[in-house]
């Protein structure tokens, strides 16, 4: 993997603050949010071939029908979490995937608990996170449907993938007053989804259209 966090030519600096202007035109107004985008070298966590693309507002393939999402994307959902009322001290994300999402909610909260399904994806990001001294990410080999209920409860979860419902697994391992942010759809549409626990309720809200590969059960 190129080490070189800096970037040159299409991954410079200047090419990273022009992505944070788009995503200040877009919306996004959390002024940690938009550091840690603007620091953080997504050009390492694409193949070297997609480098150049690293800083459009797009989604790109990783390879085993996955993708990294789009900065625009990355940014709404962890602005939307880090805006709930509780804590910032644990965090479950499910579906690690290329581990740039992971990275950025690393530089903004405590602890990240991040479960993937298919290994070679698990292990290239764990590699990109020890390049990038990023040591309060925890990883685990599982099926995401089942969360990781070891470490719960956590005051946020983050999934990057869309099951058809909501697993059930998932909101028992979320904190009173956390906050679930994920898409949830098939075929015929998905949405973003939050949902805040207050005591034993949950209160959800349907916010925009999304388009998320779909959350899968087994682990490969």
């Keep these: 993997m190129n080490t070189d966090y800096r970037g040159i030519g299409m991954t410079s600096q200047r090419t990273r603050d022009r992505l944070v202007a788009r995503l200040q035109e877009r919306g996004i107004a959390n002024p940690e949010v938009l550091a840690v985008i603007r620091e ?12 150049s693309r690293a800083y459009e507002d797009t989604a790109l393939p990783i390879g085993h029908g996955q993708t990294i999402s789009q900065p625009y994307i990355v940014a709404k959902m962890t602005e939307i979490l880090l805006s709930g009322a509780g804590q ?10 290329s581990g740039y999402q992971t990275a950025v909610l690393s530089k903004l909260v405590d602890r990240v608990f991040s479960v993937e399904r298919i290994s070679p994806l698990q292990n290239q990001a764990r590699e990109r996170f020890y390049q990038l001294k990023l040591n309060n990410i925890k990883l685990k080999h599982s099926d995401g449907n089942w969360g990781w209920e070891w470490y719960a409860p956590y005051d946020g979860i983050i999934v990057t993938c869309a099951p058809e419902q909501v697993p059930h697994e998932l909101l028992k391992q979320l904190a009173p007053g956390g906050r679930l942010v994920i898409p949830v759809g098939g075929s015929m549409g998905q949405s973003l989804r939050v949902i805040d626990r207050v005591g034993d309720r949950y209160e959800e809200t349907e916010l925009d259209p999304v388009s998320f590969v779909p959350l899968l059960s087994g682990q490969i």
């Excluded at 910032?88 to 995937?97: I, M, N, Q, S």
């Design 40 to 51: 953080m070298p997504r050009h390492l966590f694409v193949d070297e071939a997609l480098a």
């Design 88 to 97: 910032r001290e644990k965090v479950l994300e499910v579906g690690t995937g």
